[in-house]
């Protein structure tokens, strides 16, 4: 089939070079010219396991192109992917005018019927703004041309998208047109050939799926939070009752996990963009506050125990920091809990000394003026002289460090550790002060 996705980012590069996978020619536009450039170069400007060879084999085959012509590239598909961004305005709610644009240059250059996808993720009602913006252009243009509009949201993960695109846990078509309905099943059917996991629903229902799923998530890992906290204070040690509780069906033992707060592209924004819709529609989803609430308080929580420790001022301290991207396998700053922890400590007079894997070069654009802040080259180099080791992002290479080292490294043997990486036992044999996350059990 001919498809078209606009925007060259995270969900269109993706999106684009997995349907390229499975025989479809896709043009995919941009408009910022050098994004395209690198690409028709071969080279990927976002980091995501699979993504670089699929794109790279898709474009040798001819199946997938990269260009800046609007006009050809809506000329070029049946189907119109619409993959810009949405971020937060200043308010929360989601920013529309790219996906609008996108609308814009569909309704000026079509001269078929098309279907245009809303791929990005988007408030409730925007599938309704996309077609009224393309009637007005069509409208101007004096035509009368059909298409339709169907919401397809996303649920791809940073670090596994392209995994999470090619074996789908489910595929969700916001349609009300039949014809749309059976050129989007044709599309997604290789990507279920065992299963039929597509969910054809009304627009707005899919248009809400997307954000109830990611909303969903956020509130378990807020509840854990807020239970770890509660399981400090009772001496309850929360990775017992996170096994306790997910061996229960009902309740799985997915994203279950305590730890420094949720961050990244999507959580924090669309629990946001969520809240917002409820107020514009006079409803308070108070659940969901509380969601927001518990994680910004959940953020800090590294900092409080520093401050506990060494009091408010910290002149003279250095601390280890390993981890800056918001989750491992990503170079990701977006809402990272590290940022606070290096804002709030430096704030009060520390140097920091931090080590990532991968996130470093993005971590220095982002916090760049931070005073105090030293990147280094090896996770072992951040202990040097310092006061405590900070965990803050679970990579697979701190999961088991040398602990004797650390140990002599640091001025004193402490470990505050945000992912509950280690057995609190085994870092009391080590002789090791730890704390980590809701443990208070484990560390009598
Ligand atoms: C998420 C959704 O999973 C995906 O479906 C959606 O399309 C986009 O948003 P992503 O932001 O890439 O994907 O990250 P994810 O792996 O879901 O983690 C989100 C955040 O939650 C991270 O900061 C992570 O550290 C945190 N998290 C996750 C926890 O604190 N505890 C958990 O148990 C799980």
Redesign the pocket.
Known sequence: MKITVMGAGYVGLVTGACLAEMGNHVVCLDVDPRKIDMLKRGEVPIREPGLDAAIARNAAAGRLQFTTDVAAAVGHGTLQFIGVGTPPDEDGSADLQYVLAAAENIGRHMTDYKVVVDKS?VPVGTADKVRARIAQVLDERGLDLTYAVVSNP??????A?VD?FMRPDRIIIGCDDERASLLMRAVYAPFMRNKDKLVVMDVRSAELT?YA??AM??T??SF??ELAMLAERVGADIEWVRRGIGSDQRIGS??????????????PK?VKALIRTGQEQGLQLGVLQAVQQANERQKQVLVQRVLARFGEDLTGRTFAVWGLA??PD?D?MR???SRVLITELTRRGAAIQAYDPVAMPEARRVLAGTPRLQFVEHQSAALEGADALLIV??WKEFRTPDFDQIKATLRQPLILDGRNLYEPALMRAFGIDYIGVGRAAAAL
């Open positions: 993720t996303e649920f791809l993960k940073e670090g998208a999470d997307k799923a990611n998530l956020a378990r890992i854990m939070n997915h994203f279950l996990y305590a730890g420094t707060g949720y961050g990244g592209s999507c959580f669309d918001f989750k990503t990701d809402e990272a809990p992002t679970e």
